[in-house]
DNA sequence: CCTACTTCTTGACATATATCGAGGTAAGTG
DNA sequence: CACTTACCTCGATATATGTCAAGAAGTAGG
């Protein structure tokens, strides 16, 4: 892989014409590549499956930890890429962070995918 | 990474609930994930839109090729992963090989991932 | 048969990444 | 202050993967 992808800010909102619509530009695709890579891990499925099922309160790292076959350290990693992808918020209270799902930036990265969407 | 995804076959089609209605169990997990990442290549991504575009009609390796900086290797490589993920359709007709894309699937995708399902 | 075209395969290589253990820092508790 | 809990960071390691060059294999047209 000699090419190597550059690393690019994604914690704004997802903005682009659905791929169904028209061939989507080198830069789109990037952005949204990033953002799916971000989600394409069975791990991080279940975390945010997780924090989608936790609401507006918020789930910390060693409850995640607790529902996993790995170590704090590995969902700690999983959780900022989500996080730098826009899908996750996290919010620091005391000694624990609590995490909550961003709805919106999953509902964004759907719909550019959607192939019915119009 | 010593723990190695498992090899899943793809080709048929995703039906699990959506992860925002429950906590996904890890099988779930695990063929959601595969199929993402099956899409999360910024060169993937413009392969698909270039198949959505070209209709039933398909399109061959070489026209795809032409429309990217990869060689036409490179494009074979994506077009393998994407069709074992069961987002296109291959069919030969002599020397060439027609690509179409399969919308319900990608579709069954997206809705596994919809924030906003129900 | 010879040539051209299309696709796929193989092997090599560099990069990316998932995971863990160890340890550090900060917050809360007695 | 000591002890615990929660989280993160760092370094190491094994695996995965994107890319290309080279070439094999199939098809078509003289």
Redesign the pocket.
Same mark, same amino acid.
């Given at each position: 892989? +000699? @090419?190597?992808?550059p690393v690019i800010e994604l914690s704004g909102p997802l903005c682009c014409p659905p791929v169904a619509v028209g061939v989507i530009s080198d830069a789109d695709a990037l952005e949204v590549a990033l953002r799916l @890579?971000a989600l *394409? /891990? +069975? #791990?991080?499925i279940k975390l945010l499956s997780l924090v989608l099922a936790a609401g507006l309160d918020g789930i910390?790292? *060693? /409850?995640? !930890?607790r529902e996993l076959? #790995? !170590? /704090?350290? $590995? #969902?700690?990693?999983?959780?900022?890429?989500l996080s730098r992808a826009g899908l996750l918020t996290?919010t620091?209270?005391?000694?624990? $962070? =609590? =995490?909550v799902a961003d709805r919106s930036a999953l509902g964004a990265l759907v719909r550019v995918m959607d192939p019915h969407c119009c």
């Open positions: 892989m +000699p @090419k190597s992808l @890579k *394409a /891990d +069975p #791990v991080r910390r790292n *060693a /409850d995640l !930890t076959r #790995v !170590t /704090d350290a $590995t #969902v700690s990693h999983h959780l900022r890429q996290a620091r209270e005391g000694a624990s $962070t =609590y =995490y």
